[in-house]
């Protein structure tokens, strides 16, 4: 599947501030001892182990800003299946400008990589069921915007990027404002029309309220086990858009997905996955 790209200038920034990070006061001072400016070479990034590939255009910008003459060809595209050995991208033109942009450009490759590959694992326990897989706002600060756009590289969808997007009434929403029925007239009263609302539950007791009351179009069902879960949808009977969440591990997905919930969310997707081993090689 061919995924969109976020135009290079949101993305930049980010890129930039990481570089600038990596580059301190004063640049890469190895590389300007020992490497004449005049040397030239070919670099491939080679994906050193199986997954699904996601930071190419994050990547290929880290090398653009460091010096925009040089040569980028990406070989994968975001959001392809990859193999140990594969090689991911060449990048020709001077050597201490390829140096002077490795580590970024592999730091963020890497990392949304191994999102992307992880949620792809996500994503085949689902197979033959309607249920999607989303991410959370459980991101590294800074980096949501990529880490997100991993998740989708790796076939999963993405939650609300910021609190602003939509109306997410939680657990100490509804302890604070005085109950289930009192966050959802609230929301009645005071919520743009163009603005969605999800309301966490934790029993069947509250989604029973909730269906009572309305003013809800996603209920998040929240540390439920799977017996709970199927009842939950039992009860819905497609009224709203249901959401499982909590404790969602990839030993749990399958059987999850099976009681026909639309969604299952899951923070590990982004805080907890393992950075694929990829390498720059001259």
Partial sequence: ?????LPDLILEPLVKSALMEDLGTYGDITTRAVIPADVRYTARLNARADGVVSGMQVAAIAFRLVDPTLDIRPLKQDGD?????DTLMEIEGPAASILSGERVALNFAGRLTGIATLT??????TAGTK???TCTRKTTPGLRIVEKQAVLHGGGFNHRFSLSDAILIKDNHIAAAGGVRAVLEATKAHASHM???????DTLT????????????????DNMDTPTLREAVAMNAGKMVLEASGNMKLERIADVSATGVDYISSGALTHSAQTLDLGLDF
């Fill in 81 to 85: 299946a990859i193999a140990k050995g």
């Fill in 1 to 5: 599947m061919t995924y969109a790209t």
């Fill in 131 to 133: 249920t999607r897989i």
């Fill in 195 to 201: 603005v969605r609302v999800e309301i966490e539950v």
């Fill in 206 to 221: 509250q989604l029973d309220e909730v269906l009572s009351v309305g003013g809800a179009d996603v209920v998040l069902l």
């Fill in 120 to 125: 792809a694992s996500f994503v085949q326990q």
